[in-house]
């Protein structure tokens, strides 16, 4: 099973941004996984699509600190 995300390929502001099919990890203990049907980028989202952040220095992250959606597992 492949689930859908925008991933950070490179520093490049929202064009860095790509749409990527991608395996989802094993939930580990306390751990929960949504179904998201609704994502906003904020403004520390945009700064880490820049290189902005300073406690984010890795391409490759799924990024989207506001969102909603239901618990499916």
């Known amino acids: 099973?492949?689930?859908q995300a925008y991933v950070l390929r490179?520093?490049?502001g929202p064009?860095?941004?790509r749409l990527c099919d991608i395996a989802p990890s094993d939930l580990r203990r306390g751990?929960?996984?949504i179904r998201v049907r609704?994502?906003?980028l904020n403004h520390?989202?945009?700064m880490i699509t820049r290189g902005e952040f300073s406690a984010v220095t890795r391409q490759?992250?799924?990024i989207g600190s506001d969102a909603a959606g239901e618990v499916v597992e």
């Open 44 to 46: 520390r989202d945009l």
């Open 38 to 40: 609704a994502v906003s």
């Open 15 to 17: 064009n860095g941004l």
């Open 10 to 12: 490179r520093f490049d």
């Open 1 to 3: 099973m492949t689930v």
């Open 60 to 62: 490759d992250l799924i």
């Open 31 to 33: 751990e929960v996984r």
